[in-house]
């Protein structure tokens, strides 16, 4: 079975510009969710999708925007880049939404200059 | 207060004992519990969970859960240098429906 698929594996973006990041779950699961993680804040919730509606949004800007599609595979975009949002962005699959395990893809090393 | 609170570490022991890593979380009404396991320069992966207080095992691991005390600690007996990673502790509150974690514990197992 395969695991959850993260494209890019890595992106250099130059300030100002526009990303987006594609999260393939795990075959089954309906819930994606998607995080960001630094070496000084640790893993920080962006949102959550099941069943192609937002069911759940952290503390980050509205640059950060997310959707899911029909066969619950999701998109992240980060528009108007900053400096502060170079980061490890992992995504992360579940069969429900809720208190369920996640099952985390390799994720996508952004860099921006 | 930060809602699940880890001792960063990093966190010695030697070959073959036994390392205790321990969690906090604020909220009462946290219902899930997780422990990930995070290579250098890998993502997490999920080596633990547990849902009512008491002891878990699954092989050399076993997770405790503590609700009174709002505490989850996971023990892993016969460390060897293969367990050296963070480990993250993840709580679910169904109140914010969202798994937040702590920072995470490093853990150094010496030869």
Not at chain 1, 1 to 13: C, M
Not at chain 1, 49 to 58: D, L, P
Not at chain 2, 13 to 28: F, K, M, Q
Request: hydrophobic share 30%.
């Amino acid at each position: 079975k395969a695991g959850v698929t993260q494209t890019p594996r890595y992106l250099i973006k130059t300030r100002g510009q526009q990303v987006t990041l594609s999260c393939s779950p795990i075959s089954g699961h309906r819930s994606v969710s998607w995080y960001q993680q630094t070496p000084g804040q640790g893993l920080q919730f962006l949102f959550e999708y099941f069943s192609e509606t937002q069911r759940n949004k952290g503390n980050f800007p509205g640059r950060f925007s997310g959707r899911q599609f029909s066969n619950s595979r999701s998109e992240m975009n980060v528009s108007t880049l900053e400096l502060g949002d170079s980061a490890l962005y992992l995504c992360a699959s579940s069969w429900t939404e809720g208190a369920s395990a996640l099952h985390f893809g390799n994720g996508t090393r952004l860099t921006v200059t | 207060q930060k809602e699940v609170e880890q001792n960063s570490g990093p966190l010695s022991v030697p070959e073959g004992a036994i390392a205790s890593l321990n969690c906090t979380y604020s909220d009462r009404g946290s219902q899930s519990f997780f422990w990930y396991r995070q290579y250098s320069g890998k993502s997490p992966e999920l080596i633990m969970s547990i849902y009512s207080n008491g002891d878990k095992e699954d092989g050399r691991f076993t997770a405790q859960l503590n609700k009174a005390s709002q505490y989850v600690s996971l023990l892993i007996r016969d460390s060897q240098p293969s367990d050296s990673a963070t480990y993250l502790c993840a709580v679910f509150t169904g109140g914010g429906n969202k798994l937040t974690f702590g920072t995470g514990t490093q853990l150094k197992v010496e030869l």
